[in-house]
């Protein structure tokens, strides 16, 4: 009976034996990369496998001296331009390699100039309210309380003429000859005229038209006599 049971305890050492040892040699012995960042919270990736976060200005990075090593590390935060580079140190058994990353804020976008820099004015005067007002072709607004003021840029393109137009009137436009300085504002003026209805002719009527038929036979039958 007892050599049984050693038989039996024998063998199932033997069946754990092997399962450990290859346990054991998966991957071979442990080393560490540690990765130092002046951000913390920013990503950590070996060969785009997610790592870890920097805590405390570094992370420690487990890997195996007998595995595939990896060839390079990033990192990366929202906000800061993106790290990498290749790795070329690697560790040995029990060691552990440093790797400094640095992160710089991203630099914010310029706000674009504005265009034409300074501001001037122009107020056109006219003396009909909600008429359409248009520098060169484009539309600047209507006239209310008898005038419109528009900005324009001073050193943009400047424009060559204003037109005033109202339904029911003559369109008015003229030459733009003065241009503003920074801060200036120089008056314009547009008289719109009323359009003249064109007269309708009425027409004859019958009775007319009658009389004047026998006005004219009458004249002939004189004419004859004479």
Known sequence: MNFKRLFLVSAIVLMLVP?????????????????????DGASVYFDGEYKGDIVSGSLSVPVYTTGTPYNYVMVEKSGYTTWSEPITNYPAQGETVDIYATLNPVSPTPAPAPIGGDMGYYTVYCNV???DVYFNSDYKGQTTNGELTLSVYVTGTPYT????QKSGYTPFTAQISDYPSAGETVKLHATLNPVSPTPTQSPLSAFTVIGGVVFAGLCLLVIRRV
């Open 19 to 39: 399962a450990s040892v290859s346990a054991m040699t998966v991957g071979g012995d442990q080393a560490w990369f540690t990765v130092r960042c002046n951000v």
């Open 129 to 131: 309210d909600g008429a």
């Open 161 to 164: 003429t204003y037109s005033v």
